[in-house]
């Protein structure tokens, strides 16, 4: 039975197939061996964004430039919890070796959940950088007092678009649109979670859309932060609720298409 050996294994085991099994698989699939790599995608697409919205807003004059650049900073993480997690699932079919990973005994929440750890870290730290800059350029004052929150708001921000890129890969296992359904996610939220637009200017069902979304809450406990205007223990509890959500039901959605690919013999149907 899937995972009976990992369940009888020992912590030790199940650590390090969470951790490290997940990091090389996050290498192997985005070829991030090397900084050539990884700063251009990771780095050059937030940093654009971030200073064309600032320009933008500042001519348009239509919010303060540090509502701009907390948005977009945060933001930023969404590109590697949609893509990472999904592609790296997706990305076992396409190299024809989703069948080997699931012909191992290993626990499948264990094995699966582990990608979401390198998306979680490299989400974190590629908003940290957006903040910095916005930081250097003059664009944002970030107080001393307020980084203890300020940093749990961007870790609870790419945890929740973490956890939706798992649930895009889920559905890549039956798939082949699991990429062009990450685009659309990215840049509804862009669109509909408050990075440029406050929710309040959206029509009513657009907002309800975007509360719901990944990220929403989040940016808005970073601003509250930064402003030390209070309430940001409550925003990122309903970020973390959203997040767990996405995480069960990615794993349910992961068993079920397992199941159904067997049945299928699609596995590797790239």
């Known amino acids: ?20 099994a997940g990091w090389r698989s996050h290498l192997a699939l985005f070829r991030w061996l090397r900084p050539s790599a990884f700063i251009p995608t990771v780095l050059g697409v937030p ?72 998306a979680v870290l490299i989400g974190t730290l590629t908003s940290a950088v957006m903040l910095a800059l916005g930081t250097a350029l003059g664009w944002l004052h970030i107080p001393v007092a307020t980084l203890p929150q300020l940093a749990l708001a961007v870790l609870v921000t790419a945890l929740s678009c973490s956890a939706c890129g798992l649930l895009i890969g889920a559905i890549g296992l039956r798939t082949r649109e699991a990429t062009f359904l990450a685009n659309v996610v990215l840049y509804s939220m862009l669109l509909l979670c408050g990075v440029n637009i406050p929710l309040s200017r959206l029509p009513g069902w657009l907002a309800a859309v975007g509360t719901a979304m990944p990220m929403s809450q989040g940016i808005e406990a970073a601003r509250r932060a930064l402003s030390q205007t209070g309430g940001v223990p409550g925003l990122l509890g309903w970020e973390l609720l959203k997040a767990a959500v996405l995480v069960l039901l990615a794993l349910v959605m992961l068993r079920v298409l397992e199941q159904i690919s067997r049945a299928k013999a699609a596995l590797d149907d790239a």
Do not use: D, K
């Open 1 to 20: 039975m899937a995972g009976t050996v990992q369940r009888h294994a020992g912590t030790a085991v199940t650590v390090r197939l969470f951790f490290f």
């Open 47 to 118: 940093v654009v964004q971030l200073v064309w919205f600032v320009h933008l807003g500042r001519y348009l004059g239509t919010y303060p430039t540090e509502y701009y650049v907390v948005g977009n900073a945060l933001n930023a993480c969404a590109m590697a919890g949609l893509f990472a997690p999904a592609m790296s699932i997706q990305g076992e079919r396409l190299s024809s070796t989703l069948s080997a990973v699931l012909a191992t005994p290993a626990n499948r929440a264990v094995m699966f959940g582990g990608r979401i750890g390198p």
